[in-house]
Structures are given as C-alpha cells and as structure tokens.
C-alpha cells in the first residue's frame, strides 16, 4: 500500500486528504471492534477445545472404573456440580441428507399408497406427497421424511421402502456444543450462562 493512501471497498487507492474525517473515523472504530472480537472469539475457541478435551478425558476416566470403552463417535453428556446448582452440556448434533436411495423408497411408497387409497380420499396420498416435498432452498425435510418411519405398518413393500430410506441416510456434518446452565435459585429450572453474543 503506498504511504498516504487507502483502498476503498472498490480496490481504488484514495488520498488521504480526500477522505472525510468521519469516513476515517469511522474506519478507526471498526477496525478497533473487529480487534477484540477476534480475540474473543479466540478466547471462546480455546475455551471449547480445552473444554471438549475436559470432557472426554472425564468420560474416558469415568469409563474405565468399569473398564469399559465407547468407541466412534462420542454422543452427549450432561454433567452436574456436586450442589445441582451447574450443568454442563456436550451437545453434538448430525445434518442429515439421503442419497439416491430415498428415490427407490418415494417408489415404493407411491405403489403402496396408490393400492391402499384407491377409492379412498386424494387428502391420505397428499400426507404422504408432503413429506417430499421441497422447501424454498430446494431441501427436503429430514424430519417429515423420517417420521414415515415411526408408522406402524406391516406390509411387505412399505417394510422395503422404509429400509431403502434407512439405508439412503446419510451424516453430511457433525456439530458440536458446550452449553453451560446455573441452576434459578432453589428452583429444578436452569438458565444458560450465555456464550454467544446476543445472549449476553
């Protein structure tokens, strides 16, 4: 960068003394908030990796009393203080997509509904059509889908379809969480102690 100028949001190289002292200041005061928000978010990332570390080390350790072993991946853990007054939380959520195997499954469903509704009313086939449908970002409801499987039916074909949408699950990404709770005085309610902005 050449001394006695700065570049705009456009790349251009602007004289100094044709920048507005507001504009400067303005500048000035972001560049200071973006400072500490990037040691703070180092600070929090630090403090979920040791805290991550913390845990599985206590797991492990707790685990071996019975000399046991968890292997793959760690589910959630939930961990009082002694008085109940803090709970810690290890949280670690799946996105979850299908492969093409969900198109072999919507097949078999649609034989199945097309024998089971003939006569019947066009609403029980519109219930099943819903849970494929897509939403606005073109992705279709895991949750909809899924709940195809807690029916109850016994027929040989749906039995097929609901193993083809099984099989075609697949984990896209894993999240993980720490949340932190403080007991709301002698109450059995819990208030998270915030560690995201907006909830400070």
């Known amino acids: 960068m ?9 790349g251009r190289l602007i004289p100094l003394d044709m920048i507005k002292p507001v504009d400067m200041q ?19 990332a630090k403090f979920k990796a040791e805290t991550f570390g913390d845990i599985e080390a ?17 589910g959630n853990v939930s961990l009082m203080s002694f008085d109940g007054q803090y709970k810690v939380q290890r949280a670690i959520s799946d ?20 024998e089971w509704t003939e006569g019947a009313r066009s609403e029980i086939r519109a219930l ?15 949750g909809r ?9 016994v027929d040989e074909k749906w039995q097929r379809a609901m193993k083809a949408m099984g099989d075609s699950i697949q984990v896209q990404c894993s999240k993980s969480y720490i949340r932190v709770y403080e007991r709301v005085g002698d ?14």
């Open 128 to 142: 099943i059509n819903d849970a494929f449908n897509v939403d606005k970002e073109g992705k279709i409801s895991t």
């Open 58 to 74: 206590f797991v492990e350790l707790s685990l071996e009393r019975y000399d046991a072993k968890v292997g793959g991946q760690k």
């Open 95 to 114: 996105t979850l997509t299908f492969d093409e195997g969900l198109q072999a499954a919507k097949s078999l469903i649609d034989e199945c509904v097309h």
């Open 26 to 44: 303005r500048n000035d005061l972001v560049l200071e908030i973006v400072g500490k928000a990037r040691q703070v978010s180092d600070i929090l």
């Open 2 to 10: 050449p001394e006695n100028y700065m570049k705009d949001a456009k």
């Open 187 to 200: 109450t059995s309610q819990y208030r998270p102690i915030a560690l995201d902005v907006a909830g400070v």
């Open 145 to 153: 889908i899924l709940s195809l499987r807690r029916l109850d039916i």
